[in-house]
């Protein structure tokens, strides 16, 4: 039945007012020096997971963290989960480097994120 495989929760953003201020907490929590460092997205990566801090008026809405599901093929999955009743937040976009991601809100209003690797 599913056209796009689900590889786990891997990266998960959480939005941010002061990428500066958060910064030392994140790096305190997680114990670790961010890998990325810029203006848009600070991220970290810890036992295999990503863990971004975004400006919350990055253009997204968000003000509470978005789990990203990593998938295979993430139209098929946009398809998927909106045949079973969920709705397009962001449509699929590129982030950079041909990364993919796009959100979609569950029947409960849950928003819920999708993120497709390069292949």
Do not use: C, F
């Amino acid at each position: 039945m599913t056209n796009s495989e689900v590889l786990g929760v891997q990266t998960i953003l959480h939005p941010v007012a002061d990428l500066e201020k958060a910064k030392p907490v994140y790096t305190a929590l997680l114990g670790t020096q961010p890998q990325a460092d810029s203006p848009y997205y600070v991220g970290y990566t810890v036992a295999g997971q990503q863990i971004g801090l975004v400006p919350e008026r990055g253009g997204h809405g968000d003000t509470t963290p978005v789990a990203y599901w990593h998938v295979t093929d993430i139209a098929a999955k946009i398809a998927e989960v909106t045949a079973a009743g969920a709705t397009v937040k962001t449509a699929a976009h590129d982030v950079g480097e041909g990364r993919l991601v796009a959100t979609v809100v569950d029947v409960d209003g849950n928003v819920l994120g999708l993120l497709q690797d390069p292949q």
